[in-house]
């Protein structure tokens, strides 16, 4: 009877053997009809090859079905659902990870070879696409418990030692009024002892952030940042590097009027010979000092730049403590970054 298990013939069906397409009630009956009929309970395997006497002979006219046939139907079925899945992700994160441009007269096409811009603590942050790795690696933004602003950070670390791939580490909730040797985190920490050996074998190594500070300033280790044109709106990589004081200058200081893409990236060495051939290290232009990006620069570039703005301000005393105040960064009036 349709609609009876096919092994009990009393209950209802609530199963279908993938196999043999055998309509069972119960796991009981799906073992008895293996044990019986000796199916293995397995689907065909839809790539392999079928003769079409053998597709004709499975014809089933009690039951009007073809378990072959079945079988290619579901397989195809599967196929065309998988790529219409594909197809709709596939749009739906062009759609987030492109710019958008557009050609009518409101709202005018932006070239593709400039970068969006903002500046962020008077830092000169080029923006990139959303979807791109180092966009959504980004967790820079206005931490409002601390009262200050926090940065990511890339940490690129280069060995003394030939052959060894130079270690790259991204931290973030970097404080912008911690030096760099603050900044850097029992992570990074370890990795410089393991590539500039800051320890003997038999030497304990410090467990405070305070003491592991204090060993990164001894250490005579060398930090580097990339070079930008001042005011650029290439999001293009830089081989130049120009060198950073580790230990008396906040990150706000360090990085104030330079240019990062989405944000910073620090390279250590012990010594400058330990740099790759690839990069050059110079000396840094004067002009990159001596101007702060606003909306009166000459060039007209900054005009256009969207600038994030609030009317937050900072307080040292609150955050920071007496220690960091001695420093006379002043940062005024923030800029904050409200992630999306």
Aim: aromatic share 8%; hydrophobic share 30%; glycine share 4%.
């Amino acid at each position: 009877m349709v609609g009876l298990c096919e092994v009990c013939q009393e209950v209802e069906f609530r199963y279908t053997c993938p196999r043999c397409l055998k309509k069972t009630c119960s796991l009981q009956c799906s073992k008895d009809h293996k044990a019986k009929e000796g199916c293995s309970g397995v689907a065909h395997d839809p790539t392999s090859y079928i003769s079409s006497e053998q597709l004709k002979n499975e014809d089933d006219e009690e039951h009007e079905s073809n378990l072959l046939v079945q079988r290619d139907y579901n397989f195809l079925t599967q196929i065309k659902r998988t790529v219409e899945l594909h197809k709709r992700d596939g749009k739906a994160k062009n759609k987030r990870s492109l710019n958008i441009s557009y050609t009518d007269s409101k709202r005018p096409r932006v070239e593709e070879s400039q970068s969006r811009r903002v500046i962020r603590r008077g830092v000169n942050c080029l923006t990139l696409p959303r979807g791109m790795q180092r966009s959504l690696a980004n967790k820079s933004k206005w931490d409002k418990p601390l009262d200050l602003f926090v940065w990511s950070i890339e940490w690129v670390l280069f060995s003394s030692k030939d052959g060894i791939e130079p270690f790259v580490h991204v931290s973030h909730r970097i404080k912008e009024t911690d030096s760099i040797v603050e900044s850097m985190g029992k992570i990074i920490y370890d990795k410089c002892c393991e590539f500039y050996q800051l320890h003997s074998s038999d030497e304990e190594r410090p467990q405070t952030k305070e003491d592991r500070t204090e060993g990164l300033v001894k250490s005579g280790l060398c930090f580097y940042t990339k070079w930008f044109p001042y005011n650029t709106l290439e999001a293009l990589d830089s081989r130049k590097l120009v060198r950073l004081d580790p230990s008396n200058k906040s990150i706000a200081e360090l990085f104030r009027n330079r240019t990062v893409i989405e944000f910073p990236t620090i390279f250590v060495a012990n010594q400058e010979s330990s740099i790759p051939s690839q990069y050059t290290v110079i000396e840094e232009p004067d002009s990159s000092w001596s101007k702060t990006p606003t909306e009166g620069d000459a060039d007209g570039v900054s005009a256009e730049a969207p600038v994030e703005e609030s009317s937050k301000v900072m307080v040292p005393a609150q955050t920071m403590g007496s220690e960091s105040d001695s420093d006379g960064y002043d940062p005024g009036v923030t800029m904050d970054f409200l992630a999306d």
